[in-house]
């Protein structure tokens, strides 16, 4: 299964919208990219998977002219190849499950990197996987979001855990293994930046007063607050981030093996507990 062929999806949408009117660009966009992802994840409507799909990062329809050049640049990068490659190299290492990963050009990835609002995401289901890139990025950068992505879904079939309803203590420790991994296999510079945004001392407070009596919370909107907070909340931005990447991190530096086979594996509590934050 693994790396599903989305640049004939991508190119066949192009085309159609070259013969429509703007009004119908949606209905496109959810025909050409969204029903064949069905026959991979059944049970998602196409209309609702397009709205999460934008909620994370996938071009609109109305870009689709400026998506076409970004689309056969990813082509000549070997985009699809590189993250196949790349793929398989991590589920031997991980003993990860085949699923697919579906690859689609970021909003405004025709414009610089610099001017972008979101630069890349992904979006890990237990199931499958959604890069959202550019033509702009470096090839370790987009081994560094796939492994981020995958290390997700590997940890969540190693505990068994929905990933519907996760409590706010396994999504910290989601977040902040996956980057840890990232580190371990790519080296610092591939971190997110959340993960240096602050110290220990200037969230220790907030851990106490916000976040540790939510540790079982499984409410999606407090911890969409807690996580990204910012605009979004009174909390700092990537608040909740770099929190899970700081337990995680300062758990690991008091251990003697690093195996992420074995991380995986690990309850959410174990890293808690054995890190400053316990």
């Not at 702009?136 to 990933?163: F, G, Q, W």
């Not at 989601?174 to 610092?188: S, T």
């Not at 602050?198 to 851990?207: F, L, N």
């Not at 976040?211 to 079982?216: A, K």
Request: with cysteine.
């Amino acid at each position: 299964m693994s790396i599903v062929d989305t640049k004939a999806w991508l190119l066949a949408f192009f085309k159609k919208c070259q013969s429509t009117s703007h009004h119908s660009l949606y209905d496109i966009q959810s025909e050409a990219l969204c029903e064949p992802i069905e026959s991979y994840l059944s049970n998602l409507h196409p209309e609702e998977l397009l709205y999460h799909l934008h909620q994370n990062g996938l071009f609109q329809p109305r870009e689709w002219r400026r998506m076409e050049a970004v689309v056969k640049e990813m082509e000549k990068q070997n985009v699809w190849e590189l993250i196949q490659k790349e793929f398989h190299r991590l589920k031997n290492e991980w003993n990860g499950p085949d699923i697919p990963v579906f690859i689609f050009p970021i909003k405004h990835g025709d414009k610089p990197l610099k001017h972008r609002a979101t630069k890349k995401n992904g979006l890990a289901l237990k199931r499958g996987i959604f890069l959202f890139i550019s033509s702009d990025h470096p090839s370790t950068e987009l081994k560094a979001i796939l492994a981020h992505e995958y290390h997700h879904v590997c940890r969540m079939r190693a505990l068994d855990l929905n990933d519907q309803k996760l409590a706010l203590q396994d999504l910290l420790v989601l977040e902040g293994l996956a980057e840890c991994a990232v580190k371990d296999r790519y080296g610092e510079k591939w971190l997110a930046p959340w993960t240096s945004l602050y110290t220990y001392e200037e969230v220790e407070s907030i851990w106490k007063s916000q976040f540790r009596s939510s540790l079982s919370n499984t409410d999606p909107d407090h911890q969409f607050k807690l996580m990204y907070g910012k605009t979004l909340s009174r909390f700092p931005k990537w608040i909740g981030y770099n929190i899970g990447y700081q337990v995680v991190n300062d758990y690991l530096e008091n251990q003697s093996q690093t195996d992420h086979t074995k991380l995986l594996k690990e309850p959410a509590e174990t890293f808690i507990k054995g890190s400053k934050f316990r």
